[in-house]
């Protein structure tokens, strides 16, 4: 089993900044993708940012330039730092790991994601 354990939520005032992370822990093997998605009231749950191994990047348009995703491979973690957030960021962030964990019948792939933390961005 791969647990994800995230922190860092809470209300934060737009336009100031807020840092989420998520630490993975586990029979990990190695771990490939890291990513963050949310899911706003009403709504269905949303990409805002990946990352690779190699340290590639992807992020929603809406947060371009505000949102910065950053891993630390030894720590098995990733972190979304919000700058400048909009009340229109208002969600339950999830963080997703993907890779290979440890198995009595080998290495199989896995997929896990964190329990969810809710920001709110006030105007």
């Known amino acids: 089993q791969v647990e994800l354990v995230e922190s860092g939520g809470g209300l934060v005032q737009a336009g100031g900044s807020l840092r989420l992370s998520c630490a993975a822990s586990?029979?990990?093997?190695?771990?490939?993708?890291m990513g963050w998605y949310r899911r706003a009231p009403g709504k269905q749950r949303d990409l805002v940012a990946l990352?690779?191994?190699?340290?590639?990047?992807n992020y929603a348009d809406s947060v371009k330039g505000r949102f910065t995703i950053s891993r630390d491979n030894a720590k098995n973690m990733v972190t979304l730092q919000m700058n400048s957030p909009k009340p229109e960021d208002t969600a339950v962030y999830y963080c997703?790991?993907?890779?290979?964990?440890?198995?009595?019948?080998?290495?199989?792939?896995?997929?896990?994601w964190g329990q969810g933390t809710q920001v709110t961005v006030s105007s």
């Open positions: 997703n790991v993907e890779g290979l964990r440890s198995t009595t019948m080998g290495r199989r792939g896995f997929s896990s």
């Open positions: 586990g029979s990990i093997f190695s771990i490939s993708g």
């Open positions: 990352i690779t191994s190699g340290g590639s990047t």
